[in-house]
């Protein structure tokens, strides 16, 4: 008997608050394996994580009926909600309110992978790609390291 098969893939791109460098190297581990656990609890497949600290990029492959903004919205919320509460950093850990989405095809997955799996890399370098990045200009500049 044939099945459907459906597979979104989704890039997703958000900002602390002000772009302020919120996201030290202690709390990164932590806050990625929160932002996974948070994923993978409303079906999601985390595929990579990673980013500055300033911002995050997450690639999911998601549920077909889960709307993305009701996952942005999960994943940033209890995100936040976590290093405030566990972590306790310094400064209170907040997001901004804007992200951005990008759907992957499918055969980009591995490519947009090893993007997210350099961040750091690419930002020290300069070597960013746009289409990922400058949704950001639109508020704020590019996001640079």
Known sequence: MRKDKVEPY????????????????????????????????????????????????????????????????????????????????????KRMGYYGAFTVSRWDVSKIMGYINSQKEHHHADRLMPELEDFFDYYDGPLRG
Request: aromatic residues 8%; contains cysteine; positive net charge.
């Open 10 to 93: 989704v890039h997703l791109v958000w900002a602390t608050w002000d772009r302020a460098s919120l996201i030290i190297p202690d709390m990164e581990r932590a806050l990625y394996r929160s932002i996974s656990e948070i994923a993978q609890s409303l079906g999601c497949r985390v595929l990579a994580i990673n980013g500055m600290p300033d911002h995050v990029h997450v690639l999911l492959r998601i549920p077909a009926t889960l709307p993305v903004s009701k996952l942005v919205q999960q994943l940033k919320g209890f995100s936040s909600d976590f290093v405030n509460d566990k972590l306790q950093p310094k400064y209170k850990f």
